[in-house]
């Protein structure tokens, strides 16, 4: 059996934990440089905010309705998912995050123990030691799990946060219920073309051919299909790599500079190379790109991009980043106003994995370098070594105009109690 668990409006819930006055209020979290709505409460969900609204077309609606308007606040939400995640190991050692607020968590073995009381003691523990309501959705199989748990929060009036799915007639109901679209792996384009063949549920796409669900929805379809079915085809998934590492933000402001571009890409490229030594990569080529404000149709618009295939693997910050600004001088041109720009490693590779070159090969050098620069950073405080071509006086940050505290991050924003 596998559960599903899921931390009920996750980044909203993170923000009420630390202001329980919140309760019950709209709140919306806002994308990086708080431009897009990316994460809302019942409440917010109620009064027709979309997810992807841009806030500066909402302002007078948030104002209107109370809403409680928050930026992302990245250090608080990753804190308190590794709590979360941590609690939930102590139920079974087989767990795999799938996202910042989702679990899997694998039972097997567990035939002699009633699996409904496990997933409230589950629920009632996470809430009382982190304040995260969490739903918990538990099946023979992945997909189901993922069903049950839509049921378990759908229904929260009569499931108490905890569905169980164990026998033919419940697997049934659950798909019979659960419309195509909505079903764990299946696309938009995938649904409305099984909408056309009258596939309008889940029980529906279990009972289509075999053969047209592989032909047209590949492997991965027929696994899903079966899946929803009752029969398990997927296990827990290890913790993978990363296959592409972007670094990319939108500018405070507009520049029309090489040397503010320059500044920036450099910046980027030295976080990418400090993200492949994390996961012990290396990278084999940069993509660099650059793109002025597409909201400003009255300014000239340009965007580009160019992919550098590099002489050799390498996670060096210091060839990244000579490698990144190569790139840009290829694309950057002057008579723009750039608004974004972006880094992304591609090709990765394991650190260990690369081939000697007769002629060129990263500087040996570097390895124990960075090792020590990572080191004092994370002790320090992230960028604060930086490379020579970055702007030492300079601080880039996100706009973030409505950031709460990091509460269990920072200790000049903890939390403070008065007692009488």
């Not at 109370?66 to 087989?94: C, Q």
């Not at 056309?196 to 047209?212: E, I, K, P, S």
């Not at 450099?266 to 012990?280: E, G, M, N, P, W």
């Amino acid at each position: 059996m596998f559960a599903l668990v899921d931390c009920n409006n996750f980044y909203a819930s993170c923000e009420r934990v630390f202001r329980p006055e919140l309760n019950g209020v709209p709140i919306v979290v806002l994308s990086n440089n708080d431009g897009c709505v990316i994460a809302r409460s019942n409440e917010a969900k109620t009064l027709g905010i979309k997810m992807g609204a841009p806030a500066f077309e909402y302002e007078k609606d948030f104002e209107k309705n109370g809403v409680k308007v928050f930026s992302s606040n990245y250090a608080l939400y990753g804190d308190m998912s590794s709590r979360v995640m941590n609690i939930l190991s102590t139920f079974s050692p087989e767990v795999e995050v799938y996202s910042i607020d989702e679990a899997f968590i694998q039972f097997d073995g567990f035939e002699l123990f009633d699996l409904q009381k496990i997933g409230e003691e589950m629920r009632s523990v996470v809430t009382k030691s982190t304040g995260i309501p969490i739903s918990v959705g538990i099946a023979p199989t992945k997909a189901l799990a993922k069903v049950a748990n839509k049921i378990a929060k759908k229904f929260q009036h009569t499931t108490a946060g905890v569905y169980v799915i164990k026998s033919e007639t419940q697997i049934q109901r659950a798909i019979q219920w659960t419309k195509v679209e909505d079903v764990w792996g299946i696309g938009r384009q995938h649904a409305k073309r099984l909408n056309a063949l009258g596939v309008f549920t889940a029980l529906d796409f279990t009972r289509m051919n075999q053969g047209w669900v592989q032909n047209n929805m590949s492997i991965v379809g027929l696994r899903l299909q079966h899946e929803l079915a009752g029969r398990r085809r997927l296990e827990l998934e290890e913790e993978k790599k990363k296959q592409n590492i972007a670094t990319t933000r939108s500018f405070d402001q507009n520049y029309t500079e090489f040397s503010d571009i320059h500044e920036r890409v450099v910046t980027f490229a030295t976080i990418c190379a400090q993200k492949l030594r994390k996961q012990d990569s290396c990278c084999n080529a940069l993509m660099i790109f650059v793109h002025t404000n597409a909201f400003r149709p009255d300014q000239p618009q340009y965007a580009r991009n160019v992919v550098l295939q590099l002489p050799y693997p390498t996670n060096s910050s210091i060839e990244l980043a000579r490698f990144a600004a190569d790139g840009l001088k290829k694309i950057f041109k002057l008579g723009f106003a750039y608004k974004k720009a972006g880094v992304i490693a591609l090709e990765i590779t394991p650190a260990n994995y690369g081939q000697r070159s007769i002629f060129e090969n990263s500087d040996p050098r570097h390895g124990p370098l960075f090792a020590v620069v990572d080191k004092l950073n994370k002790s320090l405080g992230n960028q604060k070594i930086k490379l020579a071509a970055q702007d030492l006086g300079r601080t880039w940050k996100m706009k973030q105009e409505r950031l709460s505290p990091r509460y269990t991050t920072k200790l000049d924003e903890i939390i403070i109690i008065h007692a009488k």
